[in-house]
Each structure stands twice: as C-alpha cells, then as structure tokens.
C-alpha cells in the first residue's frame, strides 16, 4: 500500500473505531439508569444527601415499610408505586456531584473522536514520511544503474559531460574530475570515477538545471552558478552544490546514499573550469 492511500484508510478506520467505543460505552452507561429519566432532578440529589434511596419501586409491602420509616411523614405507600419522602430538601448539587449526563457524555465522546481522527491523521502523516526509508525512494538507497552505463552516458562523444539526471534520488550522476578538492577526500562522494549531486540549488532550493554550453550547473531563481562537479563559482550560493555518498556493489550497480548528504564550504581552489562557454541564462 502506498503513503497517498496509507493516510485515509487509516483515518477511515480510527475514526470508525473511536465511534464503535463511543457507542457502545453511551450504550451501556444508558442501559442501567434508564429509570433515571423519570425523577426528578432535586429528587435524585435528595436521595444522594440522605443516603436513602427514595426513588427506589417498592414491590413489597414489608419492603415499602421500611422505606417509609426513613422518611419522616411520609404517607401509607401503595404496592408498585414509587415511594417519595414528603419533606425533602432541596439541595444544589454541582455538575460532579450529579455526575456525567448523557448529553454530556456524548459530547465528549464526539469531541473524543474527533480528537482521535486528528491525532490519528497526524501519526499516519509522519509514518508516510518515514515510509520512503524503508521501501526505497529519495531517503534510502537509489541504484541508479550500471556504473558502465552510466560513465557511457555521461560523457558526449566530443569530451563534454553530459549529466544523467536520477529523478528517484534527484540526482545528477556525471564523472568526477580527475583533479578534486582535498576537501571531498575521504568522505565517500565518488565511485568508479563518478559522483552525485543534489539537484537543489543550496542558497533557496530551487532546482538547479544543467547548461550544456557552459558546462556548468546554472539556477535560473537567483543567478548562482556552478561548475561541472558542483563547486561554487557565482551568485548567492553559500557554498557548493551538496553530494551524496555513493558507492558501487560488487554486481557494478551505482547506489546513491540520499540519506546521506555531504555539504562543502564554496571551493576556493576550483577543481574543473567554468565556463566553458555561453551562459544559460546570461550574467
Ligand atoms: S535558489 Fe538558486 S540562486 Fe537562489
């Protein structure tokens, strides 16, 4: 099941669930009181202050007797009827001591479900966003094919580069120069003489296309420029394009790490020319 249908099935069924609990609970609290609705309310606090259950269906005549003894002056009570005291007092109780309603209970029990429902949405929303790490997809390991392929397409018949473009790692995989920055040494950016950079553009996240005339990453949002390994030549840009661990597995494919991003302050040795012709987009 993919992330876009992950989330309303599983709002589906939090929601079904929190109204299923609601109504059974609604039910059952219902179910025993019922004779509830047919006191009155000072009736049923009295019987709380005395401790006397006045309220109570008198089906015996002994039994009726002795309801009556606890309520002083009360009248000879009838079998079946519902023996009320004569002198009762009348006590304000506070929505606690009278307890949870009906109403009330299934107001809570409404505002229960849509709570649910949110806190529901909102769990599933972040285990899509893990979801990616574990089924593979920008945040995980991409094979973005046979490294021999790769360095064939990356490089026109005339010398130029040609960038293969990874849409699955939103990566551009092209050759590595020959003479690169000390400051990429030894931290896994290149493999069997290619390398991967993020297609973001590192000052405000544009993408970044690549101009063949230039032979250099050139983003059309603000001006920053980039040489053919990524390295800061122009613009806002705060420092290179960023790369991705890379590797090669021992069946010649070329895995991009996504989940690993390297970032490099700009280049101040630059380890290819730029440009190496007309601009894209002029400056
Ligand atoms: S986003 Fe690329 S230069 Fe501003």
């Not at 009278?98 to 107001?107: E, K, P, Q």
């Not at 005339?158 to 990874?166: I, S």
């Amino acid at each position: 099941m993919n992330a876009e249908l992950l989330i309303p099935v599983g709002v589906a069924v939090v929601a079904i669930l929190a109204a299923v609990a609601a109504f059974t609970i609604a039910w059952r609290r219902s179910s025993g009181d019922e004779w509830r609705k047919n006191v009155a309310r000072e009736t049923l606090a009295s019987d709380r202050s005395t401790g006397v259950d006045v309220t109570a269906v008198v089906t015996d005549a002994a039994v009726a007797e002795a309801v009556l003894d606890t309520a002083p002056e009360a009248e000879e009570p009838a079998v079946g009827a519902v023996a009320i005291a004569t002198t009762q007092r009348v006590v304000e109780v506070s929505p606690e001591e009278a307890g949870v309603t009906r109403r009330t209970f299934l107001n809570r029990a409404l505002s229960a479900t849509f709570l649910g429902g949110f806190l529901g949405t909102q769990a599933l929303a972040f285990l899509s966003f893990l979801w990616p790490k574990v089924s593979g997809g920008f945040g995980s390991d991409v094979v973005a094919g046979k490294t021999a392929d790769l360095l064939a397409q990356a490089v026109n018949p005339d010398g130029t580069k040609n960038p293969v473009f990874v849409p699955e790692a939103r990566a551009y995989v092209l050759p590595a120069s020959s003479i690169t920055s000390e400051q990429f040494d030894g931290r896994g950016v290149d493999a069997g003489g290619l390398i991967a950079l993020f297609q973001r553009c590192v000052h405000l996240g544009c993408r970044v296309p690549w101009c063949q005339t230039s032979q250099g990453f050139e983003c059309p949002c603000h001006g920053s420029k980039y040489n053919s390994v990524g390295e800061y030549f122009a613009g806002p840009a705060p420092r290179n394009l960023d790369r991705f661990v890379v590797e090669i597995t021992d069946s010649d494919d070329f895995i991009i790490k996504t989940g690993s991003i390297i970032e490099t302050p700009r280049a101040i040795e630059k380890s290819v020319e730029y440009p190496l012709g007309p601009s894209c987009i002029g400056g």
